[in-house]
């Protein structure tokens, strides 16, 4: 599964959006302090305010330990579905968040990004 961020209003495409896996797309709404939308992974963000947290995210001391990457893990859960998430390297969550940045400009301070 994955997660589309984009400006609302507009359409869905690989021009104008930004698209990651469930589990990266938590860990960059929890690393720009959207613990609230991390589970559930769908909502609505002003372009504005989004814009001072990936700022804020970017001025974070490279190499921080919320953003140094992740060993691959497959795991079975008590119902007996697996989850699997793919490695990640160190520095990953900042390099999406300067692919965001990119779709905040074309959204303006007015704008909206939607994502699910």
């Known amino acids: 599964m994955s997660v589309s961020f984009y400006i609302k209003g507009h359409p ?5 959006s930004l698209n990651l896996d469930n ?14 939308y991390a589970y559930d ?3 609505e963000i002003p372009a ?3 814009k001072i947290r990936c700022g804020l995210a970017l001025h974070r001391p490279e190499g921080d330990a919320l953003d140094a990457g992740r060993d691959a893990l497959a795991a ?14 160190p520095g990953y969550l900042r390099y999406r968040i300067k692919e965001l940045l990119q779709l905040l ?3 303006g301070d007015l704008g909206v990004i939607r994502f699910d």
Do not use: C, K, T
């Open 12 to 16: 869905v495409d690989h021009e104008g």
């Open 23 to 36: 589990g990266n797309a938590a860990s960059l709404l929890e690393y720009l302090g959207y613990f609230e």
């Open 41 to 43: 992974l769908q909502g």
């Open 48 to 50: 504005r305010d989004l």
């Open 76 to 89: 079975q859960g008590d119902q007996g579905a697996w989850h699997i998430h793919a490695p990640r390297r």
């Open 105 to 107: 400009d074309a959204a």
